[in-house]
């Protein structure tokens, strides 16, 4: 095992140092860069949870709608184990061959996935090849969103040292508005079109959205400036490189997979612990319009339209929180976050399910909305202190897909696995109650370790 004590959070490099004062308009770009893309390949993962309840009609067919549920999010979980495979491979990628082909190629494979959900016809259709289609779009989405994370964090903390905060805010506002945009869609369709409407071809409407978005965000990342750490670091490679000679230092250079697993698990688990909360609070929101319907019977358009709600806070407020934690203090807004995120959780769904209308699961969502943001608009850029700049983007993309797959993609099915099971509506809180827990021990290690702050 490893010292986790290995690699210390290095020190801000000199005010004029390029990593610091990047030209105003090549800053602007990388965010738009990272934003466009980023926000389409999380929209096209947060659809799929948003329509599961259609999805599963027209591809998993099932007598009992509860069933069918439950089949349909566990391809959801299922397609989550990819992820960490495609961070290691597309997050390595990125950390040898810039940040910029990373995220070239990772939009390039979502959208592919894309297409295959838009035109995948249904069971009635193709029969059990139908189920199969939509499990290798969701293999290929997966995979491709498994590489976004690292190489996208990255690019937009090695902008400027002395604003990360800021910058790495932004990750997580464009999944914030990947949600905005995907559950604006979900109540549109939902609020114009029958439900048979919406089963037989309504669902798809978004995802083809998606394939227009698409080309958009590759283009503005082709243009787009590598990120100046890493153009830094790899011009200090070239001379030994060029020369032919090298240590065995340099050969962990070249392998960025093999530098994580042998350096680095201190990180990961820095990293990965201090997302714990985020993930499961973030699928815990997108599952609580399904729960609404299915378990609350409220109205199908409203239940989204409190998504909707949730969308609009997490995209305008991260930015904010990425500003304020530059200034005060990255920790001194997270960790109480965390704390309030886990007190919360059991009261508001007693709340929920004992005053069970649209105004209850808006303020639930509005407030568990408002303290996700306020965790993780710094987030971002304490996960990349975690990792040097030669397997920053190998080091995020494993940690965070890992987490990501053990208590993220899953947690809409444990959400329904524990409902049924316990016949409690209310047990998915004690879910978040106790992740928020391992959150929190995360922070505090990263402080004492790592020296974050």
């Known amino acids: 095992m490893t010292d986790v004590s290995a690699q210390p959070t290095q020190p801000p490099p000199p005010e004029n140092s390029p990593t610091t004062t990047p030209r105003r308009a090549s800053a602007t770009r990388a965010i738009a860069a990272a934003t466009i893309g980023n926000a389409l390949e999380f929209f096209d993962l947060a659809l799929y949870a948003l329509m599961a309840a259609y999805i599963g009609k027209t591809f998993f067919p099932d007598d009992d709608p509860g069933v069918q549920l439950i089949q349909t999010f566990a391809v959801f979980g299922i397609t989550y184990l990819v992820r960490p495979i495609g961070g290691l491979l597309l ?11 990373a995220l070239m190629l990772s939009i390039r494979l979502m959208v592919l996935g894309t297409l295959l959900m838009a035109a995948m016809p249904g069971y009635a259709t193709l029969g059990p090849v139908a189920p199969l289609g939509i499990v290798l779009a969701r293999l290929i989405q997966g995979f491709a969103a498994g590489g976004e994370f690292g190489a996208a964090t990255s690019f937009l903390v090695e902008q400027n040292n002395r604003r990360k905060g800021f910058y790495g805010s932004f990750q997580f506002a464009s999944q914030g508005l990947a949600t905005l945009t995907a559950s604006a869609f979900a109540t549109a369709l939902t609020a114009t079109l029958s439900d048979a409407q919406m089963t037989a071809w309504g669902w798809r409407v978004p995802f083809v959205f998606g394939l227009l978005v698409g080309p958009v965000g590759y283009l503005i990342r082709r243009y787009v400036e590598e990120s100046p750490a890493m153009a830094e670091e790899t011009a200090a490679q070239e001379p030994t490189v060029a020369s032919g000679f090298g240590t065995d230092q340099d050969a962990e250079k070249s392998s960025p997979i093999r530098s994580v697993f042998r350096h680095h698990w201190g990180g990961v688990l820095i990293a990965g612990g201090a997302l714990v909360v985020s993930t499961a609070l973030n699928y815990s929101l997108q599952y609580l319009p399904t729960f609404g319907i299915k378990e609350l019977g409220l109205d199908e358009s409203l239940s989204f339209t409190a998504l909707l709600i949730t969308g609009v806070i997490l995209t305008l407020g991260t930015p904010v929180v990425g500003l304020l934690a530059d200034r005060f203090g990255r920790l001194r807004i997270m960790i109480p976050a965390a704390a309030l995120i886990g007190l919360s959780a059991v009261p508001l769904f007693i709340w929920l399910t ?77 879910y978040l109650l106790a992740v928020s827990v391992v959150s929190i021990t995360a922070l505090v290690g990263g402080f004492r370790i790592r020296g974050i702050r």
């Open 354 to 430: 004992r005053a069970p209308s649209f105004l209850t699961l808006a303020l639930c969502m509005t407030v568990l909305g408002l303290l996700k943001a306020a965790y993780f608009g710094a987030l971002p850029s304490v996960m990349s202190d975690a990792f040097p700049t030669g397997a920053r983007a190998t080091g995020l993309a494993f940690s965070y897909n890992t987490t990501v797959a053990l208590f993220g993609g899953f947690t809409p099915t444990i959400a329904t696995a524990l409902v049924t099971a316990t016949g409690s509506q209310i047990s998915p809180s004690y």
């Open 91 to 101: 997050g390595s990628y990125a950390d040898r061959r810039g940040r910029k082909n």
